[in-house]
């Protein structure tokens, strides 16, 4: 998704001559449709003159610029009646307050936040509210449905705010289970802890990336391309995970939630230790001999695996981001600690070279300098030098 207000004063690009040719004004949102129907390019006085840009008719929509096919998609308003429609009624989301239907206030619009290829609004930058950060004062609020935009407020259905409270999800669902059966196996013989720990093991490694489902994010969170993964404010869904994890942007997204990779294993290991303990703790004085004996031998095992946890995401992690360099090119000449060129600029990344670029200790640098854009190559570009030893 992308953030309306980023493509304000953006450059239109004809892709026929590569001109840059005009700029964006506004947006053109229909409530109805719940859509970003479009762009403001050239606003008059006069509706007859205004000229608009319909999101359909977009090319690209890159971090620096709009393209368009040609310079013919820029068309007067009144010659598309849903544009003039929409324009008449000339509703005005920037500033208009957001209440649900049972009266709770969740801010003021700012912004909003779209789908780039449906033009489906996903969400709103609002200002104060219920959820308001307290460091920005801003919040996400979902999309769910059309907004009924009324003169001084527009009503939201009730779940809007529920969705927007943080949840936690992932590994205390996970917990529940085991500590119920900590407290049952402590009220018999004790005999079943062991099996207990290695359920609390197996769901604590189980959760890397997942470990950020229902928290809110404290940051962007966006793709290579620009394009957004997950906003300020908004609570991190099973969807929004996924995308973390297809464009590689895992990591970045644990920090957008407060967590790292390490953070997050120990987060969970944590979280289950301190639930564990209260409900051991409420079991009552006649089980407590075992129940104490019990706890500890589990509690002592989860503290051994968490180092042994800790590595695992982290080489999980590394071990997709070679996978995704495998065969691809360097962006800039990687070097070892002797300045001996490991790899020099467009040549392609093998298990060599990864070899020796984590042996000189700059393996990171060479992950971080893969060349992921589309290259315009020619068959024998792609070619590797030689014939591939299992080829006819």
């Known amino acids: 998704m992308y953030k309306g207000r980023d493509f304000i004063g953006k450059p239109l690009v004809c892709y026929e001559s590569g001109e840059k040719f005009d700029k964006i004004e506004d947006l053109i949102f229909d409530q109805n449709s719940n859509q970003l129907l479009g762009f403001l390019v050239n606003e ?3 509706f007859s003159s205004t000229q608009i840009l319909l999101l359909k008719d977009v090319q690209v929509i890159g971090p620096d610029a709009v393209i368009t096919p040609s310079k013919s ?4 308003a009144k010659e598309i009646p849903e544009i003039h429609y929409v324009m008449e009624r000339n509703n005005i989301l920037n500033g208009t307050r957001i209440l649900t239907v049972d009266g709770h206030d969740l801010g003021v619009i700012v912004d909003l936040y779209f789908d780039e290829k449906t033009g489906q609004v996903e969400g709103y930058e609002v200002s104060g509210g219920l959820f308001a950060d307290t460091y ?25 705010a529920q969705l927007m409270e943080e949840q936690v999800g992932g590994i205390r669902g996970a917990m529940q289970t085991v500590t119920d059966k900590v407290q049952e196996t402590a009220q018999g013989t004790g005999d079943k802890v062991q099996e207990l720990t290695e359920q609390v093991v197996h769901a ?17 969170v966006r793709a290579k391309e620009g394009s957004i993964i997950t906003a300020p404010g908004q609570i991190v ?14 990591k970045e997204l644990l920090e957008a939630v407060g ?63 070679i996978q995704g360099a495998l065969g691809r090119a360097v962006s800039r000449v990687i070097l070892d600690q002797q300045d001996n060129v490991i790899l020099n600029v467009g040549e392609l990344i093998t ?29 024998e570009d792609m070619r590797a030098p030689h014939a591939g030893r299992d080829a006819l």
């Open 73 to 76: 998609t820029i068309v007067a």
């Open 259 to 321: 967590l790292t990779t390490q953070g997050a294993m120990r987060d969970q290991a944590g979280q289950f230790m301190t639930e564990a303990g209260d409900r051991l703790k409420s079991t009552g004085e006649n089980t407590g001999e075992t129940l104490q004996s019990g706890a500890k031998g589990l509690w002592s095992q989860i503290k051994d695996s968490a180092k042994e946890i800790q590595e695992m995401g982290t080489e999980a992690i590394e071990k997709k981001r």
């Open 351 to 379: 298990h060599q070279a990864i070899a020796s670029a984590r042996q000189a200790q700059v393996l990171e640098l060479l992950l971080s300098s893969v060349y992921t854009d589309k290259p315009n190559l020619t068959l």
């Open 204 to 220: 604590v490694a189980g959760f890397t990336v997942e470990q950020a489902q229902g928290r809110r994010s404290q940051q962007f």
């Open 136 to 160: 920005s004062g801003r919040s996400f609020v979902p999309a769910l449905q059309t907004l009924k935009i009324g003169r001084d407020v527009a009503f939201v259905p009730t779940q809007t």
């Open 44 to 46: 008059s006085k006069w």
């Open 237 to 250: 869904t099973e969807l929004i995970i996924e995308q973390a994890k297809v464009t590689g942007k895992e």
